[in-house]
T-cell receptor, first 118, second 109 residues
Framework: GAGVSQSPSNKVTEKGKDVELRCDPI?????LYWYRQSLGQGLEFLIY????????KSGLPSDRFSAERTGGSVSTLTIQRTQQEDSAVYLC????????????????FGDGTRLSIL | QKEVEQNSGPLSVPEGAIASLNCTYS??????FFWYRQYSGKSPELIMF????GDKEDGRFTAQLNKASQYVSLLIRDSQPSDSATYLC?????????FGSGTRLLVRP
């Protein structure tokens, strides 16, 4: 498809289970971002991948969160031992190039994964 | 902590009026500025981006940037009920985008 694809669109799971969220960026986009948005809140940065560089994990809220990006394309965000406070919409975005430098490429968002922890 | 501030609203305007949405940011080094629209239950959708001081127009939308005042705004002319949404301001800081919490716009028919 032409846009950022995320799966699943909805995920309901019990507290303590692990979940894996997938993001397929726009073809050719080198930068990939994960954000979290709780109900009625703004976007919280989680992690950023740029090409083959080491990811910026500075936004991950705890060591239960991890992410990978294989082959510079698809990314998975894994949450281990989920807690109720992890309930949110997890958004993935990609851009042609990272911000910084004055003529930044916009980020394009997927439809998100709505995660509900019971 | 670099910040982007927006009034949460709601900003209520009548149909056909001009809606003015404002955003201030703290990082003087920021060079790229974006406005996203987010309908309830949907993901953010890019509306406009601006890099240079001044105005940039695209259809009914005008983005205004004043780097000296660290201020960026979005004007929506001839507002329509379909414009009712939350508008997110995003600013580059280092190599990340920092998002404001958004302003909710309500356009009354």
């Amino acid at each position: 498809g032409a846009g950022v694809s995320q799966s699943p669109s909805n995920k309901v799971t019990e507290k303590g289970k692990d979940v894996e969220l997938r993001c397929d960026p726009i073809s050719g986009h080198t930068a990939l971002y994960w954000y979290r948005q709780s109900l009625g809140q703004g976007l919280e940065f989680l992690i950023y991948f740029q090409g083959n560089s080491a990811p910026d994990k500075s936004g991950l809220p705890s060591d239960r969160f991890s992410a990978e990006r294989t082959g510079g394309s698809v990314s998975t965000l894994t949450i281990q031992r989920t807690q109720q406070e992890d309930s949110a919409v997890y958004l993935c975005a990609s851009s042609l190039a990272p911000p910084g430098g004055g003529q930044d490429q916009p980020q394009h968002f997927g439809d998100g994964t709505r995660l509900s922890i019971l | 902590q670099k910040e982007v501030e927006q009034n949460s609203g709601p900003l209520s305007v009548p149909e056909g009026a001009i809606a003015s949405l404002n955003c201030t940011y703290s990082d003087r080094g920021s060079q790229s500025f974006f406005w996203y629209r987010q309908y309830s239950g949907k993901s953010p959708e890019l509306i406009m981006f601006i890099y240079s001081n001044g105005d940039k127009e695209d259809g009914r939308f005008t983005a205004q940037l004043n780097k000296a005042s660290q201020y960026v705004s979005l004007l929506i002319r001839d507002s329509q009920p379909s414009d009712s949404a939350t508008y997110l301001c995003a600013v580059d800081s280092s190599y990340k985008l920092i998002f404001g919490s958004g302003t909710r716009l309500l356009v009354r028919p």
